[in-house]
């Protein structure tokens, strides 16, 4: 998914208002980067779980 907004946003630096309007309400590289975080540590937070 992220490569796809990447490839986007990439081949269509000028997006159309209405677009820019919703890319503003969002930090796409910090989201991609906590998602990243958050998903790596989902498994070890389900390991405590499941050994505790």
Do not use: C, H
Request: avoid cysteine; hydrophobic fraction near 40%.
């Amino acid at each position: 998914m992220w490569n796809l907004i990447y490839l986007y946003q990439k081949e269509y630096p000028q997006p159309i208002a209405k677009i820019q309007k919703i890319l503003e309400k969002f930090d796409l590289e910090f989201v991609a980067n906590d998602l990243q975080n958050i998903l790596g540590s989902m498994p070890r937070g389900t390991e405590r779980i499941r050994t505790n």
